[in-house]
């Protein structure tokens, strides 16, 4: 009776492994899927926060100017340089450069009664760009433009 039930037992075994590496296979390729979901994930964040600090900067440039902004982000430099820098730290919060992770860089400029910023953030350790914006503000004219009304 066993020499009968032996060959059953070899296919039974054979299918037994075979559905054990299938099983396998499939989280091994289900991990792969979850890891990278969750790099994605951390990256999207990173973009989203990025893309919240440069928004915010571009309203404030667009409503108050130059020196609104400048003000605005409490930086101790003067504007009229015509570059701004804010450093945050892992969470977003404003830090000194020493310590800070992430930039986000503001070139201004002025060219006939319109400001200009551009706007970039950027990982400072793997030097990437997270995200970067144009901004424009205009100057208003003052009695004192005649040349504009004559």
Known sequence: ????????RNLFLAEL???ILFFAL???IC???FSHS????RQMQLEN???SRAESAASIFQSQGIQGLADALDHSSDAASGQLVVYYDS????????TGIYAMSITLSTEDHMESAHI????MAEHTSLYELNAAHHIPYTLGDREVYE
């Open 1 to 8: 009776m066993s020499e009968k039930n032996r060959p059953h």
């Open 17 to 19: 492994m075979i559905a």
């Open 26 to 28: 499939c989280s091994v």
């Open 31 to 33: 991990l792969q899927l």
């Open 38 to 41: 969750r790099m994605d994930s």
């Open 49 to 51: 926060a990025a893309a």
């Open 91 to 98: 969470l977003w919060n404003t830090t000194g450069a020493d």
């Open 120 to 123: 970039s953030v950027y990982d």
